[in-house]
């Protein structure tokens, strides 16, 4: 069974750095994505950034480009999500997601489907 844990969330203040990981487990290949999806309250869920462990392809949505890089430890089946000069409004709920499959990823639905959530870490960005 596929399973899905985040860690690295906390409360920083604006400008401020952090690193997220998404751990994989039961997974039966070494080609996947990895998906990470964030959610505000009162706002609803974006998907901001997706890595394919097959060829190293990255999705960005505009409001985080430039700003956070995702990169992949094929060894520790481990996604990472580097956010720096982080702001107020990346104030949310963090997810990774994963799909099982092979895909390049050219936009954020080549991440698509998923096959299993975490469980989410909180991330707060005070100012």
């Known amino acids: 069974e596929v399973h899905v844990v985040e860690s690295g969330g906390g409360l920083v203040r604006a400008g401020d750095s952090l690193r997220l990981s998404c751990e994989a487990s039961g997974i039966t290949s070494d080609d996947y994505a990895i998906a990470w999806i964030r959610h505000a309250p009162g706002k609803e869920r974006e998907g901001i950034s997706c890595?394919?462990?097959?060829?190293?392809?990255?999705y960005y949505k505009d409001s985080v480009k430039g700003r956070f890089a995702v990169s992949a430890d094929h060894a520790k089946n481990t996604v990472y999500l580097q956010m720096n000069n982080l702001k107020p409004e990346d104030t949310a709920v963090y997810y990774c997601?994963?799909?099982?499959?092979?895909?390049?990823?050219?936009?954020?639905?080549?991440?698509?489907?998923?096959?299993?959530w975490g469980q989410g870490t909180q991330v707060t960005v005070s100012s």
């Open positions: 997601a994963i799909r099982t499959r092979l895909t390049v990823v050219v936009a954020y639905e080549s991440c698509l489907p998923f096959s299993v």
């Open positions: 890595i394919s462990t097959y060829d190293g392809s990255t």
